[in-house]
Nanobody, 124 residues
Framework: QVQLVESGGGLVQAGDSLRLSCTAS????????MGWFRQAPGKEREFVAA????????DYADSVKGRFTISRDNAKNTVYLTMNSLKPEDTAVYYC?????????????????WGQGTQVTVSS
């Protein structure tokens, strides 16, 4: 069974940075495209970023381009989301997700496995 475990969330001020981590089993990470999604209260889960299993290609939501960076360290079985210049509207529960195949999916239903989420709160 695929297990994804996120960490690194917290309460920060606008303009601060955070780095989220998602740890998976070695087999999962080496064979999966990985993504980050977020869900704010009362809103649908939305795509944030995705990275191919080789790390050769990434994609981002327009709202985070230039501020967030997705990366992976397959040797550590970990995917990261580095978030800079955080804004109050970035406040949400952030989820790590995995999918088979090479496509950088932007839809939640394209992903097969999910972590439990980590809360990020940005105060103004």
């Amino acid at each position: 069974q695929v297990q994804l475990v996120e960490s690194g969330g917290g309460l920060v001020q606008a303009g601060d940075s955070l780095r989220l981590s998602c740890t998976a089993s070695a087999r999962t990470l080496s064979t999966s495209t990985m993504g980050w999604f977020r869900q704010a209260p009362g809103k649908e889960r939305e795509f944030v970023a995705a990275i191919r299993r080789s790390g050769s290609s990434t994609d981002y939501a327009d709202s985070v381009k230039g501020r967030f960076t997705i990366s992976r360290d397959n040797a550590k079985n970990t995917v990261y989301l580095t978030m800079n210049s955080l804004k109050p509207e970035d406040t949400a529960v952030y989820y790590c997700a995995a999918r088979s195949g090479l496509r950088l999916g932007k839809l939640a239903n394209e992903y097969d496995a999910w972590g439990q989420g980590t809360q990020v709160t940005v105060s103004s």
